[in-house]
């Protein structure tokens, strides 16, 4: 049985709330609205920092029963202290992402974190990275976090040298 992540005394959050989002632990209540939400974004997930080409999400999918049991896998986690994995749901309770909180497989000091969003909520990225960041960093018990930032894309270049009318 894994130790937990965090000291026993440590009250974990149950949410954080931040411009557009709020976070509250994933569990299994969430799982058609979750398989909807990364199904619907496999490509957007699989550039954003933190999942590799070739991990998670299964370009196939999974089906609601697979999602069930890795949701209730999280909640276990979240449950034993192990680690925690909230849903991102937007300003209409609809879920948008998901942010993992765990121990690195490599060092249990490390914390490792990741996050995404819908395709169709990419504005989020960086709000939702900055907002975690500060929370694990003001809140949280860790003292050494791994959590690659989303880069904002570069605007597209415009052209200031057209005559204007």
């Not at 209409?92 to 819908?118: F, L, M």
């Amino acid at each position: 049985m894994a130790e937990p992540f965090v000291p026993d005394g440590f009250v974990v959050p149950q949410g954080l709330a931040g411009p557009g989002f709020r976070l509250e632990p994933l569990g299994p209540q969430h799982n058609e609205a979750d398989r909807s939400a990364w199904t619907s974004s496999i490509g957007h997930i699989r550039t954003t920092p933190g999942f590799p080409a070739g991990g998670w999400p299964p370009v196939d999918g999974l089906s609601l029963v697979e999602n069930l049991r890795d949701l209730e896998r999280h909640a276990d986690d979240y449950e034993r202290r192990v680690g925690f994995t909230y849903t991102v749901l937007d300003d209409e309770d609809r879920v948008i992402g998901c942010v993992y909180i765990y121990p690195s497989r490599s060092d249990a000091r490390v914390t490792e974190v990741k996050s995404w969003v819908s395709a169709n909520c990419a504005e989020l990225d960086l709000s939702l990275h900055d907002a975690v960041a500060n929370w694990l960093a003001t809140v949280w018990p860790f003292t050494e976090v791994r959590y690659r930032r989303t880069e904002k894309p570069d605007p597209a270049p415009t052209r200031t040298d057209l005559p204007t009318d």
